[in-house]
């Protein structure tokens, strides 16, 4: 599987992609996408990396700090805390997602939280 995603990753920065969004979701249960693929693809692909999946401030600035990505995304935590950027600034408490209506038909779960 690594050499795969290596390969991947060199065609990928071949053809000029501009970025890769590497998703991680082992807080949600999945397995973990090992470090060594991570530092595969980082070292293949010369375009912009963007990481994701359960980052909190702490993990997306360690993570930066140690080039392993050039971006974190916040899918979750961006639609429970409306002003998510100001909040990590200030070292604020994040409110969680409410798991059971995210992704679902309707403005609940979406528009609803306090700001």
Known sequence: MEDTFERLAVELDK???VYVHLVDHNSMGAPEVPASIKRKIRA???GTLILSGGYDRARAEANLS????ALV???RPFISNPRLV???KAGAALL??????LYSPGEKGYIDYPA
């Open 73 to 75: 995304a916040f899918g």
């Open 44 to 46: 293949a692909f010369r």
């Open 66 to 69: 140690a080039k392993k990505g």
């Open 96 to 101: 969680p997602a409410d798991q059971a209506i």
């Open 15 to 17: 053809i000029g992609l």
């Open 86 to 88: 100001t909040k990590m």
